[in-house]
Each structure stands twice: as C-alpha cells, then as structure tokens.
C-alpha cells in the first residue's frame, strides 16, 4: 500500500539516508504531558521524492501531529506519529503507511531512501 499511495511520489529503496532518526511521539488525541516530543527537524514543509521532476511530492508536518501531502494536484491530510527510525502517517482515508526515516548530515529528510528538501 506504501507505494500504491506513492507511486506517483517517488518510492525508494532501502535506507534513510541518514542516521538522526526521531523519538517516540504520537500522532492523534488529546495533550499527553507523558509523550515525547515530535523532532523538531521534522517539522516544516519538505518538497522532492523523485530525480525526474515528475513525481515530486511536498509533505508538511505540523508540531500537532498532523500532516498533508501535496502531489499531482491533490492534497493528503491526516496524522503521524514517530518512533526511532520509523515514521507512519495515518492518512483521513486510506491505510497507514510506515517509513524508514531521518535527517541526514546534508540536512534532507529521507523517506524509504527518497530525499526532500526544505520548501517555504
């Protein structure tokens, strides 16, 4: 389903692409002073996910744990949650899907080996 949902944005192979990963936060329900907070380098818009241009995506993740995705015209919306390397999105329709993820030393996030910007 990771890739049915991406296909158009650019599904890559294995890695991250950088080793600072994120720590356990969660994504949906009410203040928890219990829960760790979402990385602050993930927040903010991130545009790429293709090397030809044409199945670029940009992705933007919100300190409330929410996100979109904008590719091809078409906004995703929905909520994440980040743990270690791993980052799953629950989208408002649709099933989870779960990234390998982190910043690399070049300052790209990777997304299952797919890099993207900071945009805005």
Same mark, same amino acid.
């Given at each position: 389903?990771?890739?049915?949902?991406?296909?158009? =944005?650019?599904?890559? @192979? $294995?890695?991250?692409? *950088?080793?600072?990963?994120? %720590?356990?936060?969660?994504?949906?329900? &009410? !203040?928890?002073?219990?829960?760790?907070?979402?990385?602050?380098?993930?927040? =903010?818009?991130?545009? @790429? $996910?293709?090397?030809? *241009?044409?199945?670029?995506? %940009?992705?933007?993740?919100?300190?409330? &744990? !929410?996100?979109?995705?904008?590719?091809?015209?078409?906004?995703?919306?929905?909520?994440?949650?980040? @743990?270690?390397?791993?980052?799953?999105?629950?989208?408002?329709?649709?099933?989870?899907?779960?990234?390998?993820?982190?910043?690399?030393?070049?300052?790209?996030?990777?997304?299952?080996?797919?890099?993207?910007?900071?945009?805005?």
């Amino acid at each position: 389903m990771l890739c049915c949902l991406l296909a158009v =944005g650019g599904c890559g @192979g $294995g890695g991250t692409g *950088g080793n600072s990963g994120g %720590v356990a936060a969660s994504g949906g329900g &009410g !203040s928890d002073d219990r829960r760790p907070a979402i990385p602050a380098a993930l927040i =903010g818009d991130w545009s @790429g $996910g293709s090397s030809d *241009g044409f199945e670029s995506s %940009v992705y933007s993740f919100r300190e409330d &744990g !929410s996100f979109s995705q904008d590719i091809l015209g078409q906004r995703i919306t929905g909520r994440f949650a980040v @743990g270690e390397n791993q980052l799953t999105m629950y989208p408002a329709r649709g099933a989870p899907l779960t990234f390998q993820w982190g910043i690399g030393q070049d300052g790209y996030l990777y997304l299952d080996g797919e890099s993207y910007v900071r945009f805005r």
